[in-house]
């Protein structure tokens, strides 16, 4: 009887080792579904890639598309208001499944997080003063530019205009935005879908001509589950080869805008 019970134990103790390895094994996607709700990442600095609306709730183009993600796996959406390094390092610490927050896919970044293939194309453009006499990079040496912590924005006019006065801020849109509206510096740098948009609706601010990038704007997730990325990989191609991704596009930029050609391939 002694010995049966010993058995007894060791097969008990066995299963619950089973049940907690397989628990540990079951990828981000079983996860999620288990839990009901995924966790997502968006900016909600500014229109009309992620904003606020009239009832505080989240809206714009990357949170249409956190939207349609849960739809597709049938669960509900806990949002989180990220920027600039935070959508890495909370990725990182688990604390959320995905980012869609204007994030650009970069070297740098892949050495961190995974990528999905590209649900946006944007590239930094410089948005000024209308009346500060700026013209190109150059001319903005000793002139106060904003710029994102820890963006692509600010490490292009570190390398491009070493001698430009960068204002930091966590949050260019709404902090940065308002900054440019007061005139309290002369330019700014983000990507080019949010200062086209900032300058056709401030009379005292105009775009410097010309792309500085051509950034892939994409999904971060965290490493170390390729089944969950390519899971996404899909969703963003399904995305794309739908027409969704157009007709989002020209909702948020307009009916007349050219959503750039992006590849549905995964």
Known sequence: M????FVLAGVMALAAIAGSMSHAMAGKLENIKDRGVIRVGVSLGGEPIG??????????YD??????LAEKLGVKIEYTDVSGDARVSMLLSD???????NLSATLERAKSIDFTIPYNRAGLRVVV????GIKSLDDLAGHKIVVGRGSTGESFIKRRVPDAEMVYTDNFAPDGVLL???RRVDAGIEDSSLVDYLAAQEDNLVTMKGLFSNDPIAIGVRKGDPEFL???DMFVSDY????????????WWGEDANPPTLNPLW
């Not at 604390?95 to 927050?101: E, F, H, Y």
């Open 129 to 132: 003063q209308k009346d500060s």
């Open 63 to 68: 949170v249409d598309l956190a939207k349609r």
């Open 95 to 101: 604390q959320l499944d995905a980012v869609i927050g």
């Open 2 to 5: 002694r010995l049966k019970g």
């Open 230 to 232: 390519r899971w996404m």
């Open 51 to 60: 904003f606020r609306d009239a009832e505080n709730n989240p809206a714009g």
């Open 180 to 182: 440019l509206k007061q």
């Open 240 to 251: 794309i080869s739908s027409g969704d991704y157009e007709t989002s596009y020209k909702k």
